[in-house]
């Protein structure tokens, strides 16, 4: 006799994911939704709940099916940098730019990782300081200051 083994983890995360679906898709029910030509403001919201709960579901039926490793403990150190990232990047974005703020938050999210050495952080963070500033301010024309008030004379 077969005894089912059900992935924890997996079931944990899927019902959570369909549990924050079904409800954001009952929140954007209040709105209009519209149609795929007209998009109404609750049209996208509700796409993404639905996508939400497809996710959620295809995961539940995977915690049926492969067992996992266990919840581990909470990784502190992620969350701590990973959380710390973006908001050093809104607390300085105005006064030193939008290429020194990007560098820093992502200088600081990349200490979230055991691994990352310094000089790899800041290779790292020099790239996507790079990237986003050929992306954002002139591929896409987008009106950031790249250098803010606090750094210029």
């Not at 954007?28 to 149609?35: C, H, K, V």
């Not at 992620?78 to 959380?83: A, Q, V």
């Not at 790899?120 to 790249?146: C, E, K, M, N, Q």
Request: include cysteine; glycine fraction near 12%.
């Amino acid at each position: 006799m077969n005894s089912l083994k059900i992935d924890r983890t997996n079931l944990i995360c899927g019902l959570i994911f369909v549990g924050l679906g079904i409800f954001f898709a009952l929140q954007s029910l209040d709105l209009e939704l519209g149609t795929a030509f007209r998009m109404g403001p609750g049209y996208f919201p509700f796409i993404l709940a639905l996508a939400l709960i497809l996710f959620g579901g295809i995961i539940l039926v995977q915690s049926l099916r492969v067992v996992h490793e266990p919840i581990g403990g909470i990784a502190w150190r992620g969350m701590l940098f990973i959380l710390a990232a973006p908001i050093l990047f809104g607390m300085t974005v105005r006064g030193l730019g939008f290429g020194p703020s990007l560098f820093i938050c992502s200088f600081v999210a990349c200490f979230a990782s055991t691994r990352m050495k310094p000089l790899a952080a800041i290779a790292l963070s020099v790239a996507v300081t790079i990237f986003s500033i050929l992306v954002f301010s002139y591929g896409l024309g987008l009106p950031f200051r790249i250098v803010g008030p606090w750094l210029s004379y």
